[in-house]
């Protein structure tokens, strides 16, 4: 059993930035890949980015590729977004996600690859 915990979400200003973080307990959290999922209000959950528990290999979406950086720090069983140049259509709750053990690293945009998600975390960007 793994349970996440995101912070770090609120109101900001177009072009601002903000850094989410997810804390990990009670699993394996370094042998999982991570990823970051938003669902805007009347909008389906969207994939933002994944990070493998392999050396450096992360994927992103189109639509924040170059303005968000995902990174873990599996010392500190922690997943981090660092989203930059924000814009008010990042407006969304923000969610991490576990994936399930040896899921491979090319599913990790789908979220039929996570086996566990945390609550979320609001972000609000204004224009």
């Known amino acids: 059993q793994v349970q996440l915990a995101e912070s770090g979400g609120g109101l900001v200003q177009a072009g601002d930035s903000l850094k989410l973080a997810c804390a990990a307990a009670?699993?394996?959290?370094?042998?999982?890949?991570m990823g970051w999922f938003r669902q805007a209000p009347g909008k389906e959950r969207e994939f933002v980015a994944a990070i493998s528990w392999r050396p450096n290999y992360t994927q992103y979406s189109t639509s924040v590729k170059g303005r968000f950086t995902i990174s873990r720090d599996n010392a500190k069983n922690t997943v981090y977004l660092q989203m930059n140049s924000l814009k008010p259509k990042d407006t969304a709750a923000y969610y991490c996600?576990?994936?399930?053990?040896?899921?491979?690293?090319?599913?990790?945009?789908?979220?039929?690859?996570?086996?566990?998600w945390g609550q979320g975390t609001q972000v609000l960007v204004s224009s």
């Open positions: 009670g699993g394996t959290f370094s042998s999982r890949g």
């Open positions: 996600a576990a994936s399930f053990l040896g899921a491979g690293d090319g599913g990790l945009y789908h979220p039929g690859a996570y086996e566990y």
